[in-house]
């Protein structure tokens, strides 16, 4: 009688935990739910809020609203949390320049930034490049040869830049001298700005590669059919080969390194310089010597820190041009 009597407790005490456990799970679930919602109603709003006000820039002639961009973004840049970041990154690549000298780089830098979020909006009137009239219009193009150069003998090439200036407009050019490349780029974090972008890129830049666990076989793929390929090489990457930038220790991407290997291809840097006029200089330079190691096997990790070297040259000539908000070194959780 006893034993049956405890039997019967054990048991709806056993029944009622397994109860409380699914309530638990299920209350865990609910505040999952709301957290998402709240997150992706977050981004809509920033996403609405980024779009509405490049839409009214649209309403203004294309100096004006870059100008207008430009002054905004250097007022709003130094009063968020990325304005620390950019200091600390400047310090670092900078050691023997004054507070003063650091923030006023930062501060240009917020306002190239604002200009290229307007450049967006205006940017088939900006790209007015016509070989047979050089010089007449917004866009200057030097390595004109080279670009006919690769599209007039196809085959498997690579090539790469920095975020210098208004690095968008390097794809536009190859478009419009007939030069398509399959762009390796990553998407904003954002879903809804993303999708915006994409479809804004795709249209004026061809075939685009979202940056992702797959994207290596994309660019292998096009490479292996005698096309080219478009990368960006100075983005933070945490699985990354050890190299310096700006004498700090840094992770660099391996996939140019391992994809010039692997189709031992031509490999061409390239960069925008923003002019003064909100005009625009495009520079595509010879093919680079990629260095071999003693079996004479191009040497993956010493490419990469080919490729810091080139970019780290044009950040020094134009400091100002680059996006010093882009947490390059790993450091934004130790500031």
């Known amino acids: 009688m006893t034993s049956t009597r405890h039997w019967r407790v054990w048991k709806g005490g056993r029944s009622s935990g397994k109860s409380s456990s699914r309530w638990i799970d299920l209350v865990k679930q609910i505040i999952t739910r709301i957290v998402l919602a709240a997150r992706n109603l977050s981004q ?60 006023a780089i930062a501060l240009a830098s917020w306002g190239h930034m604002g200009r290229l979020a307007a450049e967006y909006v205006f940017l088939d009137e900006l790209f007015d490049f016509d070989p047979a009239k050089p010089g ?26 920095g975020h ?11 478009a419009a001298f007939g030069l398509y490349v399959t762009v390796l780029f990553r998407p904003p974090n954002n879903p ?23 994207s290596s076989f994309a660019l292998a793929r096009q490479l292996e059919q005698g096309g080219g390929v478009g990368v960006l090489v100075d983005q933070k990457f945490w699985k990354g080969v050890d190299t310096q930038f700006f004498g700090n220790p840094v992770k660099t991407n391996p996939l140019l390194g391992k994809l010039a290997r692997q189709f031992e291809c031509d490999v061409y840097p390239a960069r ?39 970019v780290e040259t044009w950040v020094r000539e134009y400091p100002e041009q680059w996006l010093w908000y882009h947490d390059r070194w790993s450091i934004k959780n130790e500031i």
């Open 44 to 103: 809509w709003l920033v996403a609405q809020f980024a779009f509405v006000s490049l839409t009214l820039l649209k309403l203004f002639p294309a100096d004006a609203a870059i100008n207008f961009a430009d002054r905004v973004m250097r007022w709003i840049g130094p009063k968020t949390r990325r304005h620390r970041l950019m200091l600390t990154n400047l310090q670092r690549a900078y050691p023997e320049k004054n507070a003063a000298e650091i923030e």
């Open 136 to 161: 007449q219009g917004r866009v200057e193009v030097s390595g004109v040869d080279l670009f006919l150069e690769l599209r007039d003998n196809p085959r498997p090439f690579i090539v790469f830049t």
């Open 164 to 174: 210098t200036a208004n690095f968008e407009l390097l794809p536009v050019a190859g």
């Open 192 to 214: 809804y700005i993303a999708e915006k972008v994409f479809a804004f890129r795709e249209r004026r830049m061809g075939k685009l590669v979202p940056s992702h666990a797959g």
């Open 272 to 310: 925008c310089i923003r002019l003064p006029g909100n005009r625009f200089r495009l520079e595509i330079e010879p093919k680079v010597a990629l260095p071999r190691n003693e079996r004479g096997q191009l040497d993956v990790a010493a490419t990469a820190q080919l490729l810091n070297d080139k």
